[in-house]
């Protein structure tokens, strides 16, 4: 038996690898929407905060199950974990390194991610944490109208369909 050390999913450098780098990332980003600590995500999981935070760094990968897991407690589907994906990072999976690069289907690609920064985060909590729905959803209205408006004063229709 050869003696060989185990990647672990790592790349050839030894750092992580970028896929399980962004499921993390996507793991902290609802958690934080959600507001909860990594010790009760821990918890909830029967782990403790600091495998979530080696999780969430993607230092250590996770596991279909586990995975499963945190999709439950998130409240999300597990295809959450790889939305917004950047070609680079989705070129490192093993298949790709493989050499194995057909796909079923061609990936959508976008520009950025909303979701990831701190003031969209900010803005869904405090939101969430209205208390009454009748002012939160008049506020959302509110905000729906400012948007509809574009730089030349003029509605954009788009904004007030409801299936974008």
Do not use: C
Request: proline share 4%.
């Amino acid at each position: 038996m050869a003696n060989r050390k185990s990647s672990r999913g790592r790349t050839a450098d030894g750092s992580p690898n970028p896929i399980d780098v962004h499921v993390g990332a996507r793991v902290k980003m609802r958690r934080s929407l959600l507001g909860m600590s990594q010790e009760k995500l821990g918890e909830a999981i029967g782990l403790t905060f600091q495998q979530v935070q080696k999780y969430e760094r993607g230092m250590n990968r996770i596991g279909a199950s586990r995975l499963f897991d945190i999709s439950k407690v998130l409240d999300v589907p597990i295809g959450f974990f790889f939305e917004q994906m950047d070609d680079q990072v989705a070129e490192r999976s093993p298949r790709m390194l493989a050499g194995n690069t057909a796909l079923a289907e061609e990936p959508v690609v976008f520009s950025s991610d909303p979701m990831a920064k701190r003031e969209t985060i900010e803005l869904v909590r405090a939101y969430y944490s209205i208390a009454d729905r009748r002012v939160a959803r008049r506020i959302f209205d509110l905000i729906r109208s400012l948007a509809a408006f574009d730089i030349n004063g003029e509605i954009d229709e788009d904004v007030f369909d409801e299936k974008k």
